[in-house]
């Protein structure tokens, strides 16, 4: 899969006065997928969304869209084709129906096309029949939704949404978690940040995770799929051709979350209390401070964190195979 790259970022450092708020030296973001940006509050999230809407300036480097400087030529074409929702949106006083319908009576659509599309997009999100309501008195769940409604009424090629599920109630965070998922079938780019973790595996296949301003290294292994069966001793969560032995629990997971740390490279077969146990080829070695990082085919993508000495002392390189080992109780659904 070669995905289109939407978003190009060459190295990237803003600073708020003083501080420094986010330096990244390279970052892609593809087209028709979910990226999760997540990382603890304060660790750039909200700074890198309004730097790629525009909203902010870079203080040195250059981001692309499609190709072309957002600060240049990029610029119209990134505002027409991508919205940016807020972490607290902004909703005039008025009604839902007005809030929602803004964007399309500035296009000057016609006030039949206005009103279908309106409902099409509030009923997507659980907010039919919502048009009359003042938009000051929404919960803020309510509010969070109306504010997608009024950016996907635009049916915009990308959508920003900043933290959409901070500060919502439970019924709005699944509504919201299930657009995402609709949204991701039909191909569409949605760059989504979060530091809810679990609505983050949910969503992302992959995840960008920020930490004091920069890109760091994901620590976990994601796997997409689904609950197979169930007995009393595990839950079997199918990814692809593997089958994960997992704790036994009840529940709609579509993820299955394994530590890098918990996976065990040996040479030959162990007979051991690891339920899961695979075989796969090594095909790609990174250096990561003290660890190495080793991703194994199996053919389950699976990276493990490994030591030097144990790189040395398996003589682990690429296009070897390996046998790995890892615990039910190492995997995590979501
Ligand atoms: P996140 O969205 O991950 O919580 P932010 O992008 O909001 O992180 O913030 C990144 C850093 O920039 C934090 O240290 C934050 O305190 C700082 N920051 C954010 N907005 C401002 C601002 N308007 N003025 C000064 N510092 C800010
Ligand atoms: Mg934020």
Do not use: W
Request: charged letters at 25%.
């Amino acid at each position: 899969m070669n995905a289109e790259t939407l978003f190009s970022i060459r190295n990237l450092h803003f600073s708020y006065e003083q501080k420094e708020a986010l330096r990244i030296e390279m970052l892609e973001l593809k087209a028709n997928q979910v990226t999760l940006l997540v990382g603890p509050n304060g660790s750039g999230k909200t700074t890198l969304l309004k730097l790629i809407n525009g909203l902010l300036k870079p203080g040195s480097g250059q981001i692309d869209f499609r190709g072309e400087a957002i600060n240049g030529k990029g610029y119209r074409s990134m505002r027409s084709h991508s919205v940016l929702v807020h972490q607290d949106p902004f909703l005039f006083s008025g009604s839902v129906f007005q809030n929602v319908a803004y964007g399309l009576k500035i296009r000057k659509e016609a006030a039949p096309v206005i009103r279908r599309k309106v409902s099409e997009k509030l009923t997507l999100l659980g907010l039919s029949g919502f048009e009359n309501r003042k938009a000051h008195k929404l919960s803020g769940g309510e509010k969070q939704r109306v504010a997608i409604a009024r950016a996907l009424v635009l049916e915009p090629e990308v959508l920003l949404l900043d933290e959409p599920a901070a500060n919502v109630d439970n019924k709005s965070l699944k509504l919201i978690e299930a657009l995402i998922l609709k949204l991701q079938n039909r191909g569409a780019t949605v760059i989504v940040s979060a530091h809810n973790r679990s609505f983050a595996y949910r969503l992302g296949s992959e995840l960008l995770t920020l930490k004091r301003g920069r890109i760091v290294p994901g620590m976990v292994n994601i796997f997409k799929g689904f609950v197979k069966k169930q007995d009393e001793v595990f839950t079997y969560f199918a990814s692809g051709k593997n089958l994960l032995h997992c704790p036994a629990q009840k529940g709609d997971f579509n993820t299955a979350v394994l530590p890098l740390n918990d996976v065990i490279l040996s040479e030959r077969e162990i007979n051991s209390s690891a339920q899961n146990n695979f075989r796969g080829k090594v095909t790609h070695i990174t250096r990561e401070g003290n660890l190495y990082r080793v991703e194994l085919a199996c053919p389950l993508i699976v990276q493990a964190h490994i030591t030097e000495y144990s790189i040395n002392n398996l003589q682990v390189e690429i296009g070897k195979k390996f046998y790995l080992a890892f615990k039910a109780s190492a995997v995590k659904l979501y």
